[in-house]
């Protein structure tokens, strides 16, 4: 038969057990170095006795520096948790803040459209007021300034077709005048032809005057 499985549990005998102590000790203190020898791994292994004396293992006999080491990546590990503690608490906190702030306006703004106000007490109701007196005035005043400011880019935009216009006409005129000018220097040229042929068709005729001419010369 095989052996059976030893129960866990505080051995009695006070020699069972320290044998018991040693026998396990010998074989932890083995495991630790074969580990570290194995996946080159940093060991520190501690165990004290039941009377307080004390049995260790560390990889390369330096104990001190992978305490040290333990003690970094415990107050890391710390740290990092109270940090990401903290910033959830700051979310958490925000984004009530966030939260409550955005009922307000859209409670303010129901209440700027007229609804939600049968609850409102009188002096609630006056602030109400007040604010959409003011709101009105800023209003006002935004339109007016607008309104100022389109009539006098009209006006300007007015004034520079009128330029544009006078530019035209001034254009349109001299065009006119120089027209008028060629028409004019036309028709002189034409009287002036129309009077040099009659002497010429009088040379031609051997003395014989035309009807025409004759009433010419009598004038």
């Not at 049995?55 to 740290?79: D, G, H, K, P």
């Not at 520079?160 to 530019?167: A, G, R, S, W």
């Not at 028709?187 to 040099?196: E, F, H, V, Y």
Request: aromatic share 6%; net charge positive; hydrophobic share 35%.
């Amino acid at each position: 038969m095989g052996r059976g499985r030893v129960q866990l549990k505080r051995i009695e005998n006070k020699i069972n057990r320290q044998v018991t102590f040693s026998k396990r000790r010998s074989g932890l203190l083995k495991k630790a170095h074969e580990i570290s020898v194995l996946c080159d791994a940093q060991v520190a292994l501690m165990v004290f006795s039941s009377k307080g004396k004390l049995f260790e293992y560390a990889t390369e006999s330096c104990m001190e520096r992978i305490l040290e080491r333990y003690e970094r990546y415990s107050f890391t590990e710390i740290q990092c948790a109270t940090d990401e503690i903290q910033q959830n608490g700051n979310w958490t906190w925000e984004h009530a803040k966030l939260k409550a702030r955005m009922e307000t306006l859209q409670r303010n703004l129901r209440h700027y459209e007229g609804e939600d106000i049968q609850n409102l007490s009188l002096r609630e109701l006056q602030n109400l007021e007040q604010q959409l007196d003011s709101a009105l005035k800023r209003i006002r005043s935004k339109k007016n300034q607008l309104m100022v400011e389109s009539i006098s880019e009209l006006q300007k935009k007015d004034k520079e077709l009128q330029e544009q216009n006078n530019i035209l006409a001034k254009k349109e005129k001299e065009k006119t005048t120089v027209e008028q000018a060629h028409w004019q220097l036309n028709n002189n040229c034409q009287d002036s032809s129309s009077m040099l042929l009659p002497l010429n068709i009088s040379s031609s005729n051997s003395g014989v005057l035309l009807p025409w001419m004759i009433r010419h010369h009598l004038e």
